[in-house]
């Protein structure tokens, strides 16, 4: 069975940045969505970004709050899923997971890697 592992996270300043990996514990070939997601303390889990692969094209999307600042990207070849954060604020500081669902509906979790935006 697939794992995934979320890594990268840290403290970093505002207007800082940070790339977070998942890396899959097999191939993530057969995972057609894969998604990131962040929960701050005291909030739900929300959306952050979706990647859904159409053979050798990706389409990603990403909710308003971080459109323009961040930017999904996953390597086959290494099973590896980024999420590169740039110009993080305070609100990013949360807790970030990696999502990954195949056709069939199937999906597994990371644990998840903690951000903390702050001076």
């Known amino acids: 069975q697939v794992q995934l592992v979320e890594s990268g996270g840290g403290l970093v300043q505002p207007g800082g940045s940070l790339r977070l990996s998942c890396v899959a514990s097999g191939s993530i070939f057969t995972f057609n969505v894969m998604k990131w997601y962040r929960q701050a303390p005291g909030k739900e889990r929300e959306l952050v970004a979706t990647m859904r692969s159409s053979g050798r094209t990706n389409y990603v999307n990403y909710v308003n709050f971080v459109e323009g600042r961040f930017t999904m990207s996953r390597d086959d070849a290494k099973n590896t899923v980024y999420l590169q954060m740039n110009s993080l604020k305070p609100e990013d500081t949360a807790v970030y997971y990696c999502?990954?669902?195949?056709?069939?509906?199937?999906?597994?979790w990371g644990q998840g890697t903690l951000v903390t935006v702050s001076s």
């Open positions: 999502n990954a669902q195949n056709v069939v509906g199937y999906q597994i």
